[in-house]
């Protein structure tokens, strides 16, 4: 099976959801990342009317930066009943800024409680980057 540029797919895990992303660069493993959560908990979007939220979280290092972008959606999603399927997404020295475009969730099939460090390494691949991400459900 030949794998695309950008994308995701759920591992099977024992008692959480584990999810391979992978992506040509940290940006794009962020959008993808966000966009594989939602795909996992069965989000669907409102469509209209749309908002748009700006994000700026630093971290030490691209895996804590990563956990607390999708963490960040997590809560936006539990406080304000938003999710986003439009990422405009700048990484520079530990530090994203992140302009989401999104709407209302009208259903949200299963809960993401959490999402983890487990096992989490961000690495280069031929086609750019990979990680595999565990949620706690």
């Known amino acids: ?3 695309k540029s950008a994308g995701f797919r759920e591992i099977e895990h024992t008692a959480d ?13 962020l959008e993808q990342a966000a966009r594989g959560m939602y795909a996992l908990a069965g989000a669907r979007l ?3 009317p749309r908002q748009v939220r700006t994000v700026a979280l630093s971290a030490q290092d691209d ?12 809560y936006l999603g ?7 399927d439009g990422y405009l997404l700048r990484v520079e020295g530990g530090r994203l800024t992140a302009e989401l475009s999104g709407s209302a969730l ?3 099939e299963k809960e993401i409680k959490a999402v983890t460090f487990h096992n ?4 280069r691949s031929d ?11």
């Open 63 to 74: 895996e804590s930066l990563l956990v607390g972008f999708l963490e960040e959606l997590r």
């Open 106 to 108: 009208l259903q949200v």
């Open 127 to 137: 086609g750019g980057l990979e990680v595999s991400i565990v949620f706690d459900v």
């Open 78 to 84: 539990e406080a304000e009943g938003l999710a986003f």
């Open 1 to 3: 099976m030949e794998q």
């Open 46 to 48: 409102a469509g209209e």
């Open 120 to 123: 989490l390494s961000i690495r």
């Open 17 to 29: 959801w584990e999810m391979q992303v992978w992506a040509p660069d940290f940006p794009g493993l």
